[in-house]
C-alpha cells in the first residue's frame, strides 16, 4: 500500500500571499487529518476532514480552511500569509480498525518571508 | 491550550540502558493515549496506545504506563538502541475523536 503524500515538499511564499497544499491520504482511509509542527509549539492540530466533511477543527484563525474530496484527497488553504505561519505542515490518515494509528506523510515545508 | 504536555524536553540514556519518557495530561476524559516517534525528516510513526480504563500494556520491547490517578503516562524503552533516537510524543484521542499532540521528547542515545 502506497503511504500518505504530500505536495509540495517545500514552499517558499511571502507575507500576504496565499498558499495551497495537498494530501493524498492511504487508500481506504477516509479521514485526514492537518497538524502545523514548529520548534516552539509542537504539533498542533488543525482540523480533520471524514467523507468530505469537517469533523473536528483546532483553534487556528479563519485564515486557516481545507476541504476532502470525494476520493479522501485533502487539501489545506492558508490565506494573508504571515511570518508565524512558516512552519512544517503535516497530514495524517488513519482508518481501519485502529483509529489510533494514523498515518503521517512527509510534510510540507512552508516558509514565509 | 495543550491539554497534554511533556516533563523533559531532551533525554539521554546509554545505549542498552532502559529508557523511561514521561508526560503529564490534564483531559481525564480522553478515550486513548498514545504514543509517536518522530524521526529526523519525517512525520510521526504510531509506536503504541492505551485505553483509558487500563494502566498497563505491552508491545515488542515498549510498555506504556498509565497512572489515572495523577494523570501521568509513561513510555518506557527496553535495551535502547541507536535507532531509537528520536522525538517522542504523547497524545490523546478525545471523545470527539480527534489526537492532539503534547510537545515531545529528544531521546538521545550515548554510545
Known amino acids: 500500500k502506497a503511504g500518505v503524500t504530500q505536495t509540495p515538499r517545500y514552499l517558499i511564499k511571502t507575507r500576504g500571499q496565499q498558499v495551497t497544499l495537498s494530501c493524498s491520504p492511504i487508500?481506504?482511509?477516509?479521514?485526514v487529518s492537518w497538524y502545523q509542527q514548529t520548534p516552539g509549539q509542537g504539533l498542533q492540530f488543525l482540523f480533520e476532514?471524514?467523507?468530505?466533511?469537517?469533523?473536528n477543527k483546532g483553534n487556528f484563525p479563519g485564515r486557516f480552511s481545507g476541504r476532502q474530496f470525494s476520493n479522501s484527497r485533502s487539501e489545506m488553504n492558508v490565506s494573508t500569509l504571515e511570518l508565524g505561519d512558516s512552519a512544517l505542515y503535516l497530514c495524517?490518515?488513519?482508518?481501519?480498525?485502529?483509529?489510533?494509528?494514523?498515518?503521517f506523510g512527509p510534510g510540507t515545508r512552508l516558509t514565509v518571508l | 491550550g495543550e491539554s497534554v504536555g511533556l516533563h523533559l524536553p531532551t533525554l539521554s540514556v546509554q545505549e542498552g540502558d532502559n529508557s523511561i519518557i514521561n508526560c503529564a495530561y490534564s483531559?481525564?476524559?480522553?478515550?486513548?493515549f498514545i504514543w509517536y516517534k518522530q524521526e529526523s525528516g519525517k512525520g510521526p510513526q504510531f509506536i503504541i496506545d492505551i485505553r483509558s480504563n487500563m494502566d498497563k500494556r505491552q508491545g515488542q520491547r515498549v510498555t506504556v504506563l498509565l497512572n489515572k490517578t495523577v494523570k501521568h503516562l509513561s513510555l518506557q524503552i527496553a535495551a535502547t538502541q541507536p535507532g531509537d533516537s528520536a522525538v517522542y510524543f504523547c497524545a490523546e484521542r478525545e471523545r470527539d475523536d480527534k489526537i492532539i499532540f503534547g510537545k515531545g521528547t529528544r531521546l538521545h542515545i550515548l554510545p
Open positions: 483531559n481525564s476524559a480522553s478515550d486513548y
Open positions: 487508500s481506504g482511509h477516509r479521514s
Open positions: 476532514y471524514f467523507s468530505e466533511t469537517q469533523r
Open positions: 495524517a490518515s488513519r482508518g481501519g480498525s485502529s483509529y489510533n494509528e494514523q498515518f
